[in-house]
């Protein structure tokens, strides 16, 4: 080519996005606001749902409601199965990102 640059094989914009997320350092701080979506479309608690907090693979969560977080305590198991389902199909989410990854414990408060 006569302006020096060569020709490489194409990529995806989801390929393009990722790999931006994963250069500038983004991925920790795309993950946690991934996993508080993936809490609200997978609990069904989101309207009752006051704070979230995120860490080593903990999701911890304060609700407005005692009833409700006695409902979301016996559902734990299902609800972090939905999540991670949730999670792993979300392009923008990377699980390869050793401190925000997938979510293996939920605390009710």
């Known amino acids: 080519m006569a302006n020096g640059l060569s020709r490489k094989e194409a990529v995806g914009v989801g390929g393009l996005i ?3 997320i ?3 350092g983004l991925a920790p701080g795309m993950n ?6 993936a809490w609200d479309a997978c609990s069904g608690a989101a309207d009752f749902t006051l704070k979230r907090f995120f860490r080593s693979g903990t999701l911890y969560i304060t609700v407005s409601s005692s009833v409700i977080r006695n409902q979301l305590y016996f559902q734990r198991d299902l609800i972090i199965e939905k ?7 979300d392009e923008l989410f990377t699980d390869d990102n ?3 990854g ?6 009710l408060k």
């Open 22 to 24: 994963k250069e500038m």
């Open 102 to 107: 997938l979510v293996e414990k939920i605390v």
């Open 98 to 100: 050793r401190t925000v």
């Open 32 to 37: 946690t606001h991934r996993i508080f979506a």
């Open 83 to 89: 999540m991670n389902r949730f999670l792993t199909e």
């Open 18 to 20: 990722s790999d931006y």
